[in-house]
């Protein structure tokens, strides 16, 4: 019989740490439902999580949902990014996700960075939230934290193409959406934010950092009735963070607004109450769609 190696027990260790870091995974939660759906879906996998919740954003019963889930729960505030990464290095976190918003508002607003977010406000080179995010995902992975594609648990909640809702467009509202989507795209290639609401080919309503229902909202006191709401993800989205939303939440703010339609851009947009959110369209006769990736589609 051959030797046993004396290398391998040390050998097997390794291969035991590194699986055990693959098989963890850190959850940095805003607010929203968001959270708890990737931590719902992470655990579903095997994954142990560390939660990292944001105190000015998350929802307090994450806390609640993340102990009955066995994961590590710890609150930090919103400008504590040298906590959150001592956080998650202590917990042998070499991957995270980020989910659930945070009020653009309240990232250049309010916020007491510590040293790390400091070395951070420093050196961007434009104020908006792309910048900002980007540059602390630099920091993370210097740090040897990965943040990995914020959809990476939730693909079945990814919208699809063509039609959602058993009512489809009416030709104006698909002229709309045609008229908008040059629009919106514009919008968000400047980061400016992913919405807009138009009614007969004009622009009634653009989303900035008041949040995608406040801005459908608007759009229903200006133009009353008929609006239709066109929500892209950027250009070049990096779908990391910041990628388009839609819940029940928004379908409640059409209603409320006289809202008639509804344009997502499939396969980049979370439809985070699933099928509860296309059955609420149905049921106030919304239309939705997915429109076709660049790649699908024509100039339209």
């Known amino acids: 019989m051959g030797r046993i190696d004396p290398r391998l027990p040390h050998f097997c260790h390794l291969i035991d740490f590194f699986t055990s870091r693959m098989s963890r995974i850190g959850l940095i939660a805003g607010n929203g439902r968001f959270p708890f759906l990737v931590l719902q879906g992470a655990r579903s996998l095997g994954y142990d ?3 990292v919740a944001i105190k000015e954003e998350a929802f307090a019963d994450l806390e609640e949902t993340a102990r009955g889930a066995r994961a590590d729960f710890h609150w930090v505030s919103l400008g504590q990014l040298g906590k959150c990464i001592k956080i998650l290095k202590g917990a042998g976190i070499s991957q995270a996700v980020m989910a659930g ?26 104020r908006n939230t792309d910048a900002l995010i980007s540059a602390i995902a630099g920091v993370m992975r210097d740090e040897g934290i990965e943040l990995l594609d914020s959809t990476t648990f939730l693909r079945p909640l990814l919208a699809g ?13 698909h002229e709309d959406f045609v008229f908008g ?35 459908i909202g608007r ?50 947009t979370l439809v985070l109450d699933g099928e509860h959110v296309i059955k609420s369209a149905n049921e106030a006769g919304i239309a939705i769609v997915g429109r076709p990736g660049s790649d699908q589609r024509g100039g339209g």
Not at 161 to 171: F, Q
Not at 190 to 195: F, S
């Open 49 to 51: 999580v560390t939660v």
């Open 101 to 126: 918003q945070v009020k653009h508002v309240k990232i250049f607003s309010g916020i007491v960075p510590d040293f790390t977010l400091l070395a951070v406000l420093k050196h961007l080179k434009a």
């Open 161 to 173: 193409t063509g039609v959602l809702t058993e009512r489809l467009p009416s030709e104006q509202e």
């Open 181 to 215: 989507y040059r629009i919106a795209d514009a919008i968000a290639a400047l980061d400016i934010g992913q919405t807009i609401a138009v009614k007969h080919k004009a622009v009634v309503a653009v989303e900035a950092m008041e949040g995608t229902d406040e801005a």
């Open 219 to 268: 759009a229903g006191h200006l133009a009353g009735p008929g609006v239709r709401i066109v929500k892209v993800a950027k250009p070049n989205q990096d779908m990391r963070f910041d990628v388009p939303v839609i819940g029940i939440a928004t379908i409640q703010a059409m209603r409320i607004a006289g809202a008639s339609a509804l344009s997502v851009d499939a396969e980049r």
